[in-house]
């Protein structure tokens, strides 16, 4: 997959390009990027990076899905051929909706189709939407499809629906959105090294800047995507702050069942199965080593039909 970080100068033109945030990679998101799917075109995707939301309110707390890696290699592993992933700035914010359309989607970019939801919004004070592409993307030779919302008896597919599943510990309704497990990817840190000491060694993933699923143990599935130890594996997980060790800057760690290694700076993808306790203060560690025996032996029942 191609990259581009601009929106001048880009060598790769007419390509039939899907256009929105899409954090998470939802089917919702899905559906709009197979409409863009045209013989002869280059599939594309433009995006924006930082999200708008974090531009506009840089102090809200975090809200992302996914990282900024991790939304690339969703795309990449989808079939985008090109992703043109904007830089939201002072500059890209101020455009007019008209000077989006005519300096970004024609003239800079060169697209020959375009496809966006039927709430997209673009433009200085979000004045450019659906009709406005309608009016003024023939003028500069490009053809628009508008996708429908996509949704099930639950309601809408939306990244807004998939955070609050998450807080609300429901990784399986995550999942029916997502057309996939919820991954938290990142690179193996050096922890405290608590777990090993308490024989239950953790691989420590850092959550900074994401949006927090409920906090407490979960069943996982644990892919290794670097190192000498690259592979697929099952574990159980624990979000959060760690109260029995006093509050904590809150990480994800992972106990990998049946492992032995050194996994410190690969790169790994944890898909979160199913939300089994929330996060407990333990008066002492004998009961705190109870538990995560009892919360193993369950995760390894969970993932049996998963």
């Given at each position: 997959m191609q990259i581009f970080e601009r929106y001048t100068d880009i060598p790769l033109r007419g390509a039939s390009v899907a256009m929105g945030n899409f954090d998470g990679v939802h089917l919702g998101h899905l559906s709009v990027i197979n409409l863009a799917r045209r013989e002869g075109a280059p599939?594309?995707?433009i995006s924006f990076e930082p999200h708008p939301r974090s531009f506009f309110a840089p102090d809200s707390p975090s809200f992302r899905l996914m990282n900024v890696a991790a939304k690339r290699h969703r795309l990449e592993k989808i079939g985008v051929d090109v992703l043109y992933d904007l830089p939201f700035n002072e500059a890209l914010s101020s455009l007019t909706a008209l000077e989006f359309v005519r300096d970004v989607l024609a003239s800079g970019l060169g697209i020959s189709h375009l496809v966006v939801g039927e709430d997209f919004r673009f433009g200085k004070g979000r004045e450019g939407d659906v009709a406005f592409l309608r009016e003024h993307c023939p003028e500069y030779g490009i053809?628009?499809?508008v996708a429908p919302l996509i949704s099930d008896k639950h309601g809408h597919y939306s990244s807004s629906a998939i955070r609050s599943a998450l807080a609300a510990g429901q990784p399986e309704d995550a999942a029916r959105m997502l057309g996939h497990w919820h991954r938290i990817d990142g690179v193996v840190e050096q922890g405290d090294q608590r777990g090993r000491e308490l024989g239950f060694p953790t691989a420590n993933i850092s959550v900074k800047d994401l949006h927090l699923p409920r906090f407490g143990v979960y069943a996982v599935f644990f892919d290794v995507l670097t190192g000498?130890?690259?592979g697929n594996y099952q574990g159980a997980s624990s979000l959060g702050d760690r109260p029995t060790f006093g509050r904590n800057i809150p990480n994800l760690e992972v106990y990998v069942?049946?492992?032995?290694g050194d996994l410190y700076g690969a790169?790994?993808?944890v898909a979160l199965v199913q939300f089994q306790r929330?996060?407990?203060?333990?008066?002492?560690?004998d009961g705190l080593i109870e538990q995560m025996h009892k919360d193993c032996a369950q995760s390894r029942e969970i993932l049996k039909n998963a």
């Open positions: 599939l594309g995707v053809e628009l499809t000498p130890h690259k069942f049946d492992f032995e790169e790994v993808s929330p996060e407990l203060k333990f008066d002492d560690l």
